[in-house]
Every structure is written in structure tokens, then in C-alpha cells.
């Protein structure tokens, strides 16, 4: 079965500092592998994707992921924090089995500060 | 936007009563699913449907039940809401051509609170 794993569900970093946020993942096929954020109250919004094609991704608001097959990884970075990137961050992975599921991992609440 | 709307947003009810949740698409998506939110846990999947009258479990599908008996609807009930099913409850549209790289979308969510 696909599982991701977040580590640390709070990361509090500076404004301008680097932003990383960690994903490993378990899986028995070549994973699929997605990221997105969530606002407070609000609903997930796709950040990024992995689908194979490159390793190092780059999505929306300044941020990419890369894939290490060798570390089984797919950490979130941003080089420079702003202040509107405070938000809940998932780490998800494709399911197989049929029905385009995703599993999601427990989520990292990102703080910025100045 | 994905054309995704929940309702209602807000739900306070009593323990013992049914309760629905509905999601509606504006666009004929094949794949909706509904998720529960809770601190620590992230999102769960609660059960999916892959067409009209086609519907499988989802992780956590104890105590809930779903219908589709249109394309652009997706009804998620609660027989008889527990306090343990206080929670957030997201839908879901999955959009692409039915390929693992399909991307999910996701509904503006309810709160539910069952006292």
C-alpha cells in the first residue's frame, strides 16, 4: 500500500529564510506524488505534481519539490519565505487499486514570521 | 476554480439525527469523493464514485453512505451522526483523462459539529 509520511507537523521559519518541508513515501510501484495547500478555511489547492517526467518540479508561488528515488523523498522548498505562504501544507501520494485515490499525509502548518 | 460548491457550509446537529451533505460540479467529471478533515490525521477518504450509481469505500466509510444519482451530485449522509463525526468534510473532483497524473480538486468544505 502508498503512504506518505510528513515530518514535523509545525515548521515556523523567518520571512526571506528558506522554506523545506519534508515528505517521504512508501510505495511498491513508481509513485505518483502531489503536494498542496491549504488557507484557513479554506479547501486544498494543487501546489505542485510529480508524474515522471522530471525530478525537480516547480509549481506555483515560488515553490518545487524534487523526487529522490534513493531517499524515497519528495521535500517542498521555497528559497525565500513571504509572509501570505503561512498556511497547512499535505503531502499526498496516487493509491492504486483503481479510482485516481489519493492518500494524504497529516499535513505541516507552516508559520512565517518576521 | 473547479466549479466545486458544498452545502450546506456550516452544519450544528444533535447526536442520533441524519444529516446530508451534498457536493455539486458544474462540469461532468467521472471521479468525486468525499473526505473528512481532523487535526492530526489529514484527510481521510470517506467513499468515492466513479459514475452514476457506481460507488466504492473509501478508509474510513464506518457510519457513512453516499449516492450519485446524477453526474454533477454527490450526496454523503450520515445515518445517525456521532460526536465522532464532528469534523470537516471536503469533496473532491478528480480532473484529467482518468490517468494516475490526474489531478483532484477540492470543494470549499463543511463544517460539521454534532452535539
Known amino acids: 500500500a502508498q503512504s506518505v509520511t510528513q515530518l514535523g507537523s509545525h515548521v515556523s521559519v523567518s520571512e526571506g529564510a528558506l522554506v523545506l518541508l519534508r515528505c517521504n513515501y512508501s510505495s511498491s510501484v513508481p509513485p505518483y506524488l502531489f503536494w498542496y495547500v491549504q488557507y484557513p478555511n479554506q479547501g486544498l489547492q494543487l501546489l505542485l505534481k510529480y508524474t515522471s517526467a522530471a525530478t525537480l518540479v516547480k509549481g506555483i508561488n515560488g515553490f518545487e519539490a524534487e523526487f529522490k528515488k534513493s531517499e524515497t523523498s519528495f521535500h517542498l522548498t521555497k528559497p525565500s519565505a513571504h509572509m501570505s505562504d503561512a498556511a497547512e501544507y499535505f503531502c499526498a501520494v496516487r493509491t492504486t487499486g483503481g479510482g485516481n485515490k489519493l492518500t494524504f499525509g497529516t499535513g505541516t502548518q507552516l508559520k512565517v514570521e518576521l | 476554480d473547479a466549479g466545486i460548491t458544498q452545502s450546506p457550509r456550516h452544519k450544528v446537529t444533535e447526536t442520533g439525527t441524519p444529516v446530508t451533505l451534498r457536493c455539486h460540479q458544474t462540469e461532468n467529471h467521472r471521479y468525486m469523493y468525499w473526505y473528512r478533515q481532523d487535526p492530526g490525521h489529514g484527510l481521510r477518504l470517506i467513499h468515492y464514485?466513479?459514475?452514476?450509481?457506481?460507488?466504492d469505500k473509501g478508509e474510513v466509510s464506518d457510519g457513512y453512505s453516499v449516492s450519485r444519482s446524477k453526474t454533477e451530485d454527490f450526496l454523503l449522509t450520515l445515518e445517525s451522526a456521532t460526536s465522532s463525526q464532528t469534523s470537516v468534510y471536503f469533496c473532491a473532483i478528480s480532473v484529467g483523462s482518468n490517468a494516475p497524473t490526474d489531478t483532484q480538486y477540492f470543494g470549499p468544505g463543511t463544517r460539521l459539529t454534532v452535539l
Open positions: 464514485s466513479y459514475g452514476v450509481k457506481d460507488t
